[in-house]
């Protein structure tokens, strides 16, 4: 399936890009990450991190659909 | 009233305490959150906050609803910056209004510590040595593997 990653401020800075559309067989949010972070081995380990679908929050555990968004958050410090 | 909004520009204090102002209530309780010029033994000269709006908007507004909820509150509301802060400026307002003072306290409490755990929003600090960094706040982490 074919889904949409985007990195956020500390995750775009490591990587070097904003976006990048990849062909996946990853089942869940948190399976995906470990592929990005082969690709980027700069990227940290998503323990710390936030993950959401398509505008939503999500679980690290939620399963991928053809399509989807996955907006990859490094640790928040909002405030 | 009763919202969360993200703003680029400087936060009107006055405006938004107006806009929880309500003579059926007898308590508010208003939080500031203010650039501060050092962080672990660093001297800051100003912060920028990188804010993913579309998410922090919905996800902020969820917080509101929360507090007004959990706490009875008569009104709340919050506003988070973006873009680059100087020393002194406001990055967040969390206004919380009620009949009596507890729930106001407790209801403030609630929304700031929230934002900061949930909210898709990065500081990056200027230091007086010329270095920039991402803040990672330990706390938060940990806030954000239990939700995870």
């Known amino acids: ?79 | 009233m009763n919202t969360f909004q993200v703003a680029g520009q400087t936060i009107d204090v006055t405006a938004f305490r107006k806009e929880l102002c309500d003579p059926g209530c007898g308590a508010y309780v208003q939080f500031e959150g203010w650039v501060r010029d050092h962080n672990e033994g660093q001297q800051v000269l100003r912060l920028e906050y990188e804010v993913y709006a579309p998410l922090a908007i919905k996800e902020g507004q969820r917080i509101i609803e929360e507090a007004m909820t959990r706490f009875g509150l008569s009104h709340a509301a919050a506003i988070h910056r973006s873009g680059v802060l100087n020393l002194t400026d406001i990055a967040v307002i969390v206004g919380a209004a009620s009949a009596h003072r507890a729930a106001a306290f407790e209801g403030c409490r609630y929304i700031i510590d929230q934002v900061k755990t949930r909210l898709p929003i990065w500081k990056k600090e200027h230091y007086a040595s010329g270095a920039a960094e991402w803040v990672n706040c330990q706390r938060c982490a940990e806030a954000a593997h239990s939700h995870a």
Not at chain 1, 20 to 38: I, P, S, Y
Not at chain 1, 48 to 65: F, G, Y
């Open chain 1, 1 to 79: 399936m074919k889904v949409d990653v985007r990195y956020f401020a500390a995750f775009r800075e490591a990587t070097g890009i904003a976006s990048e559309a990849l062909e996946t067989g990853a089942a869940t949010a948190a399976a995906l990450f470990a592929e990005c972070a082969k690709r980027h081995p700069q990227l940290q380990s998503h323990a710390a991190s936030l993950v959401a679908i398509n505008d939503e929050m999500a679980a690290w555990e939620q399963p991928l659909a053809d399509g989807d968004v996955v907006l990859f958050f490094p640790p928040v410090a909002g405030g």
